[in-house]
């Protein structure tokens, strides 16, 4: 996230003791942030770090501790009669904490104020989209501290990259005839902030107002008509603000009702149209997807999603060795759906850190946190995304233990802010070139890591970016050419040792970046990789996007009557023989003449409904009806039923709308349709392992149950996965899904998750049982939660070592109750 400069960076005061001295603080946040010019790297001048707040005249000791936390400088200081001190700092580049000791009569540390020294590439013009960065100011700090914040981020990420920020649909539009450009938030001035300053926004929303009236779910809007009207206004005032626009925020999850995708693409839509008719061509990123739920990504791509989004973005929060995977996983679903090449953005990605938010993090979890982050942005490099915005830039608690930040309460940077200043000014206009293969016999980091290689903007410069699995201080790496320069992860410059023809490199930070000759690296590149393949699908052009419709088509049905339930993989429905599916199609027409359409559905098996018309009136919308017997619908290879909606209108193109069906049967009619049978001891109590974070007690009370648990959940996330092992017995290779009767007992989303003999772990994506305390039967197939292993060709039984039905809550306690757990197959 940050450049490489000669940077200056102050923390907040933070007292530990009992001080006399005052509670010193920056007196600006510039000067402790990184300058604009070309500093020598190994000019060590005095910089002073002015301070306020000090007892005036007060006699301050000081020490100045490097990354790793060892003293380098030491010294005492008086502060002026306005209690203002100028602490001097003559230093290399790399990142540093001053120590501000009590004086006598008191004990201990008065405060600590971290400060950051980058070394500058003269390259860095902030002219690399890549770098970019999840601010959220809008909505995380008050109005009268944003201005500075913002001033700093030139020397982030330059002018290239955007800052993604947040915007309540609702309250600049909170009525028809009114609109307030402001709020209490400072919307407006924010953004002209921001513009001061050279930067573009990412502006995404994931609400609506609410005299638009609310679709089913609740969640997005019902009229699209009067929703394009508004959004008109929007995108004519602010487009020159923006960079780009995300149509909602992780729809695949509670911000969209953990619905089905056909119920998203209406607003996706909506906007593309609104924006287009306006001659506003700011880039529309969809899909915003919390995660790769396979079921949504699916639906979303038969709903229209790759033809109304210029870019997919998803977000990510895990290990970033699985990263590689992550993309290629995308990459597949692309492919899948002829559209393999379009950009991928990572617009929230980064590491939370636990403890008390009122604190910063450790040294420990600052150097876990930077390591991560670095490593993210690497293999995002490397893999070919095309834009990464770390998350985010000021504090934030989520469940009063889970953190994220680079920056504190004040506005100074933490570690891993210096881990994003030198990422980004290492790989700034770099192109991904292979990974390093080492010599037989020649040592290298952990089998986790990885060594990248770059080309960088100098034709004769090669980047080697070492990566490990942890930063133990005495890891080193044997290169097997001369270097010219290494450096850590905050930039500071490593001391390396060199024979004749290698070099030990150490990397003590977890990741190292090392700048040798193009020909004393090019005889080791590997370019035969997976990321180079995902790189070069990267560099492509993607399919242009068809033109914008004026008719969207809007699927809606009324869950309460119907006793259908919306999850994010479909529509589960109720049990019974003569189960009908009634739902109205709304055809709104946001054009300005009438349009006469023409639909129909079509089946899984491809037959075709009678066509039905209606005549939609301009900027209004029609609603056709239909009442489909569920016993009428063919099933798909997983269960399901499909439907999907078409029209047509003279010289226009209707996106369609699609629809999947989750059939509630009997437990006899799953288990007739499936020869082999292994009914789970799930009553066994030696096979089951408390998993959650809270306190977990394996009960249950209802008539009928064999099983279940009652959860208690404190501070934290709310989860629950106990762990059962499987019997030997089970045939792992004829194993094809799962069968079960449960129920829960209050809001949550329900999972099945499995570990592999390796403790890899699984998930279902979307909830399998319905979270409305009622008994349901689902059978859940292997594939919608397992993938294939790389030879394809492996039974997927035999990933599963262990299985729990689990749930994340949305309350502070719940309950599952099971009566039947079976494991069936061919």
């Not at 953990?258 to 998203?264: E, L």
């Not at 979890?365 to 390591?371: D, H, I, K, L, S």
């Not at 001391?495 to 000759?517: K, R």
């Not at 070069?536 to 242009?544: D, F, G, L, S, V």
Request: contains cysteine.
């Amino acid at each position: 996230m940050f450049p490489r400069c000669r940077l200056f960076f102050a923390f907040p005061a933070l007292c530990t003791a009992t001080v006399t001295i005052g509670a010193p603080t920056p007196v600006a946040l510039a000067p402790f942030y990184p300058e604009s010019a070309i500093i020598s790297v190994h000019a060590a001048e005095n910089k002073a770090l002015p301070l306020q707040g000090v007892r005036p005249s007060a006699s301050v000791s000081y020490q100045i501790n490097d990354y790793s936390g060892t003293v380098v400088a030491r010294g005492r200081i008086t502060a002026g009669p306005d209690g203002r001190l100028a602490v001097p700092a003559a230093l290399p580049s790399g990142y540093y904490e001053l120590l501000l000791v009590a004086p006598a009569d008191a004990s201990g540390v008065a405060a600590t104020l971290p400060f950051l020294r980058l070394p500058p590439v003269t390259s860095f013009a902030g002219a690399d989209p890549f770098f970019s960065f999840d601010t959220a100011l809008s909505w995380l700090l008050p109005p009268e501290v944003r201005a500075e914040r913002i001033a700093q981020l030139p020397q982030v990420i330059g002018t290239a990259g955007l800052a993604r920020e947040r915007l309540s649909w609702n309250a600049i539009h909170p009525a028809p005839d009114h609109r307030d450009w402001e709020t209490v938030r400072q919307y407006e001035t924010t953004r002209r902030d921001y513009a001061a300053n050279g930067i573009k926004i990412l502006e995404m929303f994931h609400d609506s107002p609410a005299w638009l009236g609310k679709a089913q779910g609740g969640k997005f809007p019902l009229d699209l008509s009067g929703s394009a009207r508004s959004f008109t206004d929007i995108a004519l005032r602010w487009q020159s603000y923006w960079g780009a626009l995300e149509v909602w925020n992780e729809p695949n999850i509670g911000f969209g009702g953990n619905q089905p995708a056909d119920q998203y693409l209406p607003i996706v839509k909506t906007i593309r149209h609104t924006l287009r008719s306006a001659g506003v061509d700011t880039p529309i990123g969809g899909g915003v997807f919390a995660y790769l739920n396979p079921d949504y990504l699916s639906l979303a791509a038969r709903n229209g999603l790759l033809d109304e989004s210029d870019f997919i973005s998803f977000h990510y929060y895990s290990d970033p060795r699985r990263l590689e995977k992550h993309i290629g996983d995308m990459r597949a679903w692309l492919r899948a759906n002829d559209r393999e090449s379009k950009p991928i953005w990572i617009t929230e990605i980064g590491r939370r850190w636990r403890g008390d938010p009122k604190t910063i993090p450790t040294l420990a979890q600052q150097r876990e946190v930077a390591r991560y982050v670095a490593m993210q942005a690497i293999e995002a490099r490397a893999c070919g995304i095309s834009a990464w915005f770390p998350f985010v830039y000021p504090p934030y608690n989520e469940r009063e233990l889970s953190n994220f930040g680079f920056t504190d309460s004040h506005g100074l940077p933490l570690r891993p802010l210096a881990a994003i200043a030198q990422v980004t000014r290492a790989l700034s206009g770099s192109t991904y070139a292979g990974d390093l293969a080492l010599p037989s016999g020649t040592s290298s980091p952990d089998p986790a890591g990885r060594i990248r290689i770059f080309d960088t903007q100098d034709p004769e410069k090669k980047l080697v970016v070492i990566c490990t699995d942890e930063d133990p201080a005495d890891t080193t790496m044997v290169l097997p050419f001369l270097v010219e320069s290494a450096c850590g992860v905050d930039g500071r410059a490593l001391a390396t040792t060199s024979t004749a023809s290698s070099t030990i490199v150490p990397v003590p930070d977890g990741v190292a970046y090392v700048v040798a000759s193009r020909a004393a690296v090019t005889p080791f590149i590997q370019t035969a990789t997976e990321a180079m393949r995902l790189s070069r699908i990267a560099r492509q052009e993607p399919p242009p996007l068809p033109p914008a419709s004026p008719v969207i088509l809007q699927p809606l049905i009324d869950l309460k009557a119907t006793g259908i339930t919306a999850v994010t993989r479909g529509y589960h429905l109720p049990a019974g023989d003569d189960v009908r599916i009634p739902l109205k199609l709304r055809i709104n027409n946001l054009s300005g003449q009438p349009r006469t359409v023409s639909v129909t559905y079509t089946t899984q098996d491809a037959a075709s409904s009678a066509p039905q018309s209606a005549e939609v009136a301009p900027g209004a919308f029609a609603e056709l009806r239909f009442d489909i017997p569920a016993s009428a619908l063919p099933r798909n290879d997983d269960g399901t039923f499909s439907l999907t909606f078409s029209a047509s209108a003279p010289d226009l193109r209707i996106a369609p709308a699609s629809l999947v069906f989750i059939p509630s049967l009997g437990l006899e009619e799953y288990l007739a349709e499936y020869p082999w049978q292994f009914a789970l001891p799930v009553n066994e109590p030696q096979r089951w392992r408390s998993n959650a974070n809270g306190k977990l007690t394996f009960a249950h009370d209802s008539p009928g149950a064999i099983w279940g648990f009652r959860v208690t959940f404190g501070k934290g996330d709310r989860w629950a996965y106990p762990r059962f092992t499987l019997p030997q017995e089970v045939a792992l290779d004829r194993l094809t899904g799962v069968l079960l009767r449960a129920r829960c007992a209050r809001p949550a989303t329900v999972r099945l998750m499995s570990w592999d003999a390796d403790n890899n772990m699984s998930v279902t994506s979307s909830a399998v049982v319905p979270d409305n305390g009622q008994w349901h039967v689902v059978y859940v197939p292997l594939s919608s939660w397992l993938k294939p292993a790389a030879d394809g060709d492996a039974p997927l039984g035999r990933q599963i070592s262990d299985l729990s039905l689990g749930l994340n809550s949305l309350a502070d306690d719940n309950a599952i109750e099971v009566s039947d757990f079976y494991l069936l197959g061919r």
